[in-house]
């Protein structure tokens, strides 16, 4: 499964998160796309509406696990997405921005 450390991630990369809501709310990467993987088949036309249309999408959960099971979902409809190792814990390790949904400084649940 393709896969991308945080640290190679750039500014402006499509980030698709999906943790629940109540981690979401918690804090989360600026600018990320929620799609909780309990909705994800559901919403599944929300995320082909904002990607990036021959852009890479890069799947964030918690810790890597759920992240994969939709990276792996997404490759097999044939869309160049990488799962984001480590997931938010690394996220917010390696000194990335976690906001809530006002802007002020978050933490990861």
């Known amino acids: 499964m393709p896969r991308v450390e945080v640290v190679d991630l750039k500014d402006g990369d499509f980030l698709l998160d999906v943790r629940e809501d109540d981690e979401w709310q918690a804090g989360h990467a ?3 796309l ?3 993987i309990s909705e994800f088949v559901a919403r599944y036309g929300e995320l ?3 990607a990036p249309q021959d852009g890479r999408i890069h799947v ?3 810790s890597g696990g759920r992240s994969a099971q939709v990276t792996m979902y997404l490759a097999q409809q044939g869309i ?12 917010q ?3 990335r921005p ?3 949904d006002e802007g002020q400084p978050g933490f990861v649940l």
């Open 60 to 62: 964030i959960c918690r």
């Open 48 to 50: 082909t509406e904002a």
């Open 30 to 32: 600026e600018g990320a």
């Open 34 to 36: 929620h799609i909780p």
């Open 80 to 91: 160049d997405a990488v799962n984001v190792d480590g997931g938010m814990q690394v996220w």
């Open 93 to 95: 390790a390696a000194g």
């Open 98 to 100: 976690v906001v809530t």
